[in-house]
């Protein structure tokens, strides 16, 4: 891989991680195009992805910090405003057990079955969740999340295994069809993505077989994902308050149908 292989993989991460488009399906396919076989950069992909997850906390540091402290606050310190933190990083916590699961038991089945047609037809699927969400979810008002609320998203979170599948597309839809506010159901998503981010990339890391790390390349994906997935999650949560998902849909249908005849 050459610097400028790695820049465009870790714009197309920045870019693909928080829009509902799936940043696996769009890695797979930009890596087969330039002819990189996705099994050889195995550490790149996980130092692309921590550019991601710093990211998006730096985004929410002020959110992650409050509800870091109050779930470590002592009860006689806590008022209503820390309870309600308290109460959301545990259903964060919750949340995440779909996706730690289903990872830790299917992630080799799934990379056994795994080629482009998967992807084709995973785009699709998010596309039409997607489509599905805007039009039965888009009446929420909720502002706040229950455990089961978490439990429901966390495991369409953890549809996100497939290549295809977004994770942020997936867990917003989630949301919003559990009749949770849009721009509620975006944030959750958010949050929610930092335990389960972090998790994965800790369980990457130590389940790697090998560990070959090309130093200047690395740093240029991973520097070149975290700005693009700073702007990418600002325009997200403009997308979601303007009711545009649509958009979303209808390019991963067209990118969805393009692999299929791609792969004939």
């Not at 693009?228 to 249908?253: D, E, H, M, N, P």
Request: glycine share 10%; net charge neutral.
């Amino acid at each position: 891989m050459d610097p400028i292989e790695a820049l465009v993989l870790g714009v197309i991460q920045g870019l693909t991680e928080w829009l509902p488009v799936s940043s696996s399906g769009h890695l797979v396919i930009a890596q087969e195009m330039l002819g990189l076989p996705a099994g050889e950069n195995l550490v790149f992909d996980l130092v692309v992805h921590l550019g991601t997850i710093v990211a998006v906390c730096l985004f929410f540091r002020k959110e992650l910090g409050r509800i870091i402290l109050s779930m470590f606050m002592g009860k006689a310190r806590r008022g209503d405003a820390e309870n309600a933190l308290r109460k959301l990083g545990f259903l964060l916590l919750l949340g995440t057990v779909p996706a730690a699961v289903v990872g830790v038991l299917l992630t080799e089945q799934v990379e056994d079955v795994f080629d482009l047609r998967l992807v084709g037809a995973a785009l699709m699927a998010n596309a039409a969740l997607l489509l599905i969400s805007e039009r039965y979810g888009a009446g929420g008002s909720r502002k706040n999340a229950s455990a089961i609320d978490a439990l429901v998203i966390g495991m369409f979170q953890a549809l996100a295994i497939l290549p295809g599948i977004s994770r942020s597309g997936s867990t917003i839809g989630g949301g919003m069809l559990r009749g949770l506010e849009r721009e509620t159901a975006a944030v959750f998503a958010f949050l929610l993505s930092v335990p389960t981010l972090l998790g994965a990339f800790a369980y990457g890391m130590l389940t790697l077989d090998r560990f070959e790390l090309a130093l200047g390349e690395s740093a240029i994906g991973c520097a070149a994902a975290f700005i693009t997935g700073l702007a990418s999650i600002s325009y997200l949560l403009k997308a979601v308050r303007q009711k545009r998902l649509w958009v979303f849909a209808a390019y991963c249908l067209v990118l969805g149908i393009a692999v299929l005849a791609w792969t004939l």
